[in-house]
């Protein structure tokens, strides 16, 4: 008897080859994008980097140094570090209240409340400076009462850290949101079951789940108070060194055609920046699985 290899009849339609992934490219389609999303890169972010270190230098190091050690100068960066110091520690204890608040709590209204978080993201800074002044400025009742007593918001450092504070909060909250609900109640709900207290839970349990998200949140915070400049522009009036952050001073050099001044104080602000994102990108490469769920949102 003859063996006889019977095999069943192909079904074209779902074969394998019927269907080809979207990532299958030829080597030349994916060459193509590539060199688009590098040229994109160079042209948008490379080139400015480039010619902004480079305008800094054109006199020489000595020239660059020596305006940035100007009284404006130095004042402005003392300014900026120490809006950054105060703005950074209370956007990450509203942030992990506010995420704390929105993952534990079922109530009516959560959804508002969370687009109200991220309502700085939706409005211009300049929006939101001009609403600072409209209520704490002279001429409203409030504003014009605290400046009466001695403690004036608006164009004073308070102003610029309410503005700041503002701008950047949703930068912490957003990153522990996704993070809190991914891991539930389960934990802390059984640290309360074999009785300890609210602090010891939060202090034990939540905070060391959450830690790099709170990191990398407040990373990309600090980034983003030592750069803005729309609702500072507005609440700081512009003050030379008393008001003037960094971005604002670069503005004022650039402006008055001090072109070696504006460029070495825009070169140190990217330095900061450049400073920023090397720690977010150590914490990414180091700790990529903590921070897994940050990115599902």
Request: glycine share 8%; aromatic share 10%.
């Amino acid at each position: 008897m003859s063996d006889v290899t019977l095999s069943a009849p192909r079904d074209t339609a779902h074969s394998p080859r019927a269907f080809r992934r979207p990532t299958d490219e030829t080597p030349l389609a994916r060459a193509i994008l590539i060199a688009i999303a590098l040229g994109g890169l160079a042209l948008l972010v490379g080139a400015p980097l480039v010619a902004v270190f480079a305008e800094a230098l054109t006199r020489g190091w000595g020239a660059a140094v020596a305006s940035l050690q100007s009284r404006d100068a130095l004042s402005a960066i003392r300014l900026t570090l120490l809006i950054t110091a105060i703005a950074v520690p209370m956007n990450a204890a509203f942030g992990i209240a506010a995420a704390w608040f929105i993952t534990k709590f079922d109530f009516r209204g959560k959804a508002f409340l969370i687009t109200l978080i991220d309502l700085p993201f939706s409005i211009s800074p300049v929006v939101a400076g001009l609403c600072i002044v409209l209520l704490f400025g002279a001429n409203s009742a409030m504003g014009g009462w605290l400046v009466a007593n001695g403690y004036p918001i608006v164009f004073a450092v308070p102003g610029i850290v309410l503005a700041t504070v503002f701008v950047t909060f949703p930068f912490v909250a957003r990153e522990l949101i996704p993070v809190m609900i991914e891991q539930g109640r389960s934990e802390e709900e059984a640290a309360l079951t074999l009785g300890a207290s609210g602090w010891r839970t939060f202090r034990t349990v939540t905070l060391p789940n959450i830690r790099w998200a709170l990191l990398y949140g407040t990373l990309l915070c600090t980034a983003r108070a030592m750069g803005e400049f729309g609702a500072v522009a507005v609440v700081s009036g512009k003050i030379r060194g008393q008001t003037a952050t960094m971005p604002i001073t670069i503005e004022m050099f650039y402006n008055e055609y001090l072109s070696v001044a504006a460029f070495s104080m825009a070169a140190l602000l990217t330095g900061f920046a450049l400073i920023t994102l090397t720690l977010k990108t150590v914490l990414e490469l180091r700790h990529a699985d903590q921070l897994a769920a940050t990115r599902r949102h």
